[in-house]
């Protein structure tokens, strides 16, 4: 184990893989004959982005976007900051958003809302995790990972104040860390 702050691993490696070939396959299979832009929200999705752009078939480009609803802290604080800008113009695209997780729900809606104001043609979410009873909106992904209970996750690309993302799979951090 990496270290004492770490409850339980949640997810294995293993288990990581199969669903990223799995979501690749359902998302190709979603956009046959059409072009994507797959939008990365960094930083805690790049892991997962990285794995899952390499099982998309057909016509992709890529993008990346970064938004803030986090105070280097285990609990959203609820507003929505966009700290750096993607650069392509989304107009008439269909784009595909890639997140680590949903939690409220808060970051997306915000994401959903600017890419239709910008044009887009079409907004899709795709998640690896979500956890469904921490929703604060109406929103929902359409290609979910695992949905997961109410606990703080980290590693694959989740952080908790910047740290763990470079753990190959998904733990569980200890109550005890985030409840301080
Ligand atoms: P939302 O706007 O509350 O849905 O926030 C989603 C964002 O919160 C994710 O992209 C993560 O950065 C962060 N987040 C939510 N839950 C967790 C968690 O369990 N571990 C690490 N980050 C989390
Ligand atoms: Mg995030």
Redesign the pocket.
């Known amino acids: 184990m990496y270290s004492d702050k770490i409850e339980r691993v949640l997810i294995t490696k293993e288990q990581i893989k199969t669903k990223v070939e799995e979501l690749g396959k359902q998302i190709s299979k979603d956009y046959e004959g059409k072009s994507l832009l797959v939008l990365c929200?960094l930083k805690?999705?790049s892991v997962f982005f990285s794995d899952l752009m390499r099982e998309l078939k057909g016509d992709v480009e890529i993008e990346f976007i970064y938004l803030s609803?986090?105070k280097a802290a285990?609990r959203?604080c609820g507003e929505?900051t966009l700290v750096k800008d993607m650069e392509s113009d989304v107009d008439g695209k269909n784009v595909l958003v890639v997140?680590?997780?949903?939690?409220?729900?808060?970051?997306?809606t915000y994401l959903k809302k600017l890419l239709e104001t910008r044009g887009a043609n079409s907004v899709k979410v795709c998640s690896f995790l979500d956890?469904p009873s921490?929703r604060e909106t109406e929103l929902e992904g359409d290609f979910i990972g695992y949905e997961i209970p109410d606990?703080?996750?980290?590693g694959y690309g989740?952080?908790?104040a910047e740290k763990f993302r470079n753990l190959p799979e998904i733990c569980v951090l200890k109550r005890e860390v985030y409840e301080k």
């Open positions: 929200m805690g999705a609803s986090y285990a959203s929505v997140e680590d997780i949903i939690d409220t729900g808060l970051t997306l956890k921490r606990e703080f996750v980290i989740l952080d908790y």
